[in-house]
């Protein structure tokens, strides 16, 4: 039995600004039918997409029509409930979509549009009220690393995002090192293992024994068929936040399917 033994891995693809309503149903589509093909055991390895906001009802309905076992996710929430926040969306309307899983404090979300640490608390608290997982991200920039060295600023970003959360509130953690994003350049998978087991001791002594050891650490950065393997050997990551490679049915599909490639696990 490995360590990870008790956490479900999960694969999950960030479609970020990209494809509109039709080509997501075309995407979801294509992945549903080949991890049909192979038989894929979604009870093995979670599966969730998180396309743009106007796509979710069209992929929300085929996964409802179809009786896919894909699982739906948001890329950002409102911290609001309801009110004058013109262009947000709120918790609750994303959980009539029957969405999942809410990404919070993603590295664009950070850097693009300067959400700090107290803001990706209140997202996720917003996800949680809602009957939603929030999935936080935390990583670090080059500058980062050379200046406070690996982990300090990841898990100084997942303390902040945790305070404002029940004890008893599910969550995900992606870590997502901001230098490997897009780059083609990944993280080593021992880079990754090393962030991930701090991240969980660090959970550890914030939320307990019992939450360490279930909660899910994602690795994402760079993630493609052809390195996702390693990474998932590792002890402590659970899953991969998949970027662009989610957009390619074939190659996502090739992704969800590590299991295949994992041995001496």
Not at 162 to 177: C, H, K, Q, S, T
Not at 217 to 234: D, H
């Amino acid at each position: 039995m490995t360590a990870n033994a008790q956490r479900t891995p999960l694969i999950a693809g960030n479609w970020k600004m990209n494809l509109d309503h039709l080509q997501a149903i075309a995407l979801v589509q294509k992945v549903s039918w080949a991890l049909k093909d192979v038989k894929h055991d979604y009870a093995s390895t979670e599966v969730a997409v998180f396309p743009p906001f106007t796509d979710l009802r069209s992929v929300q309905t085929l996964v409802a029509a179809d009786k896919l076992s894909l699982v739906l996710g948001a890329q950002d929430v409102s911290p609001h409930e309801a009110g004058a926040y013109t262009g947000d969306v709120s918790a609750q309307m994303l959980r009539k979509l029957e969405v999942r899983y809410v990404l919070v404090g993603h590295s664009e979300r950070r850097h693009g549009h300067g959400e700090g640490d107290q803001l990706v608390g209140q997202k996720a608290l917003a996800a949680h009220r809602a009957g939603m997982v929030p999935m936080i991200c935390v990583g670090e920039t080059a500058e980062d690393l050379d200046q406070h060295g690996a982990a300090a600023i990841p898990l100084a970003q997942l303390a902040a995002a945790l305070a404002p959360l029940p004890r008893d509130a599910e969550f995900v953690i992606a870590y997502e090192p901001v230098w490997a994003i897009g780059s083609g350049q990944a993280a080593t998978p021992e880079q990754a293992q090393e962030v991930a087991k701090a991240i969980r001791d660090s959970l550890r002594e914030l939320r307990g024994e019992e939450i360490a050891d279930t909660t899910r650490v994602l690795y994402g950065g760079s993630v493609s068929s052809q390195n996702v393997a390693s990474f998932l050997r590792q002890p402590d990551v659970d899953g991969a936040l998949v970027g662009g490679a989610s957009l390619k049915s074939d190659e996502f599909t090739r992704i969800i399917q590590f299991k295949k490639h994992v041995t001496g696990s």
